[in-house]
């Protein structure tokens, strides 16, 4: 979840008309919301609904290569 840029708070801050340390803490929220449920310890997946789901898949290692 790194790969967010300070310019993306900015551009949600301007556009919602909301300040830019709110949309910041709002997003660190979501951010841990999502690992949490991703988490081994996690439900596996996290729905954000109208937006986007993520769910874990577990792939099997392969032998030998």
Not at 14 to 28: F, I, L, Q, R, Y
Not at 30 to 41: C, Q, R, T, W, Y
């Amino acid at each position: 979840f790194e790969a967010r840029k300070p310019k993306d708070h900015a551009i949600l801050a301007e556009t919602s008309g909301v300040v830019a340390k709110d949309v910041k803490a709002v997003m660190t929220a979501v951010e841990d919301a999502i690992s949490g449920a991703v988490s081994k310890k996690g439900v596996g997946s996290f729905t954000l609904p109208g937006l986007f789901k993520v769910t874990v898949v577990k792939v099997p290692t392969r032998g030998g290569v």
